[in-house]
């Protein structure tokens, strides 16, 4: 089948952190937009005269829902041409063109496994989706641990949301990294500790699911690795 691209509307542009931004899109032409929590789509976005230059993937953060519209959480990238102009040049109105949803970075079908999700700053987009959806539809689920990383408390993302989650499903439980910055009773230091602290005990009913950057996922699937785990219990998205 060719590949669809859409035109999406530029509806809603939210300061998250200092650096990251939610983008919130209409899709033009449809009334419903389907994808599966945790897939990404990818934008044509006016940064060069090649296509496959001008192509950069975000994940969805939002979950489905009956309606046209989705979110985006984009983060700044230092010299970065596609989030120059996202951060710059892109406002509401604007029209964006997109392919997709694509990827299998996707809940397993049963959700009667504990489920460690690790991620550091936007890297939390397909989580949000993810967990959304399950709370939205009410779906029972063993347990669900979200452990975020980011350099200060002024990176965190969606807390309030997190806190919420927590006090209505008491198995969903998460965790907070601040590597620079001591906050709270915040962890302060890697995500790594966390999970290689709280998962020694292996469990053969426990997939741990990844997403970012490679310098956080290789290291990530690394050490779940070495603490016994086998390779089919990992899952990952890498952003780059
Ligand atoms: C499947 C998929 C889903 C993605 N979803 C998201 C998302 O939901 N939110 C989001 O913000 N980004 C996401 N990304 C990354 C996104 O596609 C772009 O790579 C990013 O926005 C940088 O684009 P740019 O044009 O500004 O920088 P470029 O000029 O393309 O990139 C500069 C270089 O820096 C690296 N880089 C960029 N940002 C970072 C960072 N924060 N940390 C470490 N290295 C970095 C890139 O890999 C590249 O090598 C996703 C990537 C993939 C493949």
Sequence with gaps: MPTRWYDATVIGIMNLTPNTRQFTLKIEDVDHFSFIPGQFITLD???SEKR???????????SPSDTNTIELCIVRSENGLGTKYLFEACNVGTILKFKGPDGSFI?????NQELIMLCTGTGIA???SMINYIDQNNLNFNKIHLVFGTRYASGLLYSEQWQKLAQKHPN?????ALSKEKFQAFHHGYIHDIYQNRYIDVSANRRFYICGWSGMVDQAVENIINMGYNRSQIVFELYG
Aim: glycine fraction near 0%.
């Design 172 to 176: 969903f439980f998460f965790d907070f």
């Design 52 to 62: 496959l230059d001008r192509w950069r993937s975000y994940s969805i953060a939002s």
């Design 107 to 111: 809940l397993p079908q049963e959700l």
């Design 126 to 128: 397909p989580f949000r």
């Design 45 to 47: 976005l006016p940064v």
